[in-house]
């Protein structure tokens, strides 16, 4: 359970988005799979739980589209308007009634706890990214780097 990590009521899951390398996609769309860290990708949307388990994936769109723009283009906020808890984000998320994020600048230990709170609670998303990316290595860009340069 999320409250076991740090106390942090009421979770139901932690999203977050990463960006999966692709080989180089040519055409019109080609500039919209280049991400921000200026590589050919898509960004794929995770929810998960705290073990570490996928329960909600979008593996529909390139790179170059915002965390946010993915979240609200799919139908996570349909199915949370009728929950009873919240989905944790980072700041690149709106805040909603059903997805906290962290304070931009927390002003009293209350806030600071929170964010502490809710940063210990959400790293469970980047968590499973890291074991995903570890057990399929070609899905992180380093790797994939490495095993072009070998190839050539």
């Not at 949307?45 to 965390?67: M, R, S, Y």
Request: aromatic letters at 10%; one cysteine or more.
């Amino acid at each position: 359970m999320f409250y076991d990590i740090s106390s942090f009521p009421n979770v139901l899951g932690a999203i977050d988005g990463t960006l999966i390398p692709i080989q180089w996609m040519s055409g019109d769309d080609e500039p919209t799979y280049v991400c921000r860290k200026q590589y050919h990708a898509i960004n794929v949307q995770v929810i998960c739980d705290a073990e570490l388990k996928f329960t909600n994936t979008v593996v529909q769109w390139p790179g170059a589209a915002h965390d946010a723009f993915i979240l609200a283009n799919s139908n996570i906020p349909t199915i949370m308007e009728g929950q009873n808890g919240w989905l944790l984000g980072d700041s690149g998320y709106g805040l909603k009634k059903w997805l906290m994020t962290p304070l931009m600048n927390p002003n009293s230990q209350q806030e600071i706890g929170y964010n502490k709170s809710h940063c210990k609670t959400r790293n469970t998303a980047e968590r499973a990214f890291g074991v995903l990316k570890a057990r399929f290595i070609l899905l992180d860009k380093s790797s994939f780097a490495i095993i072009l340069l070998s190839v050539s």
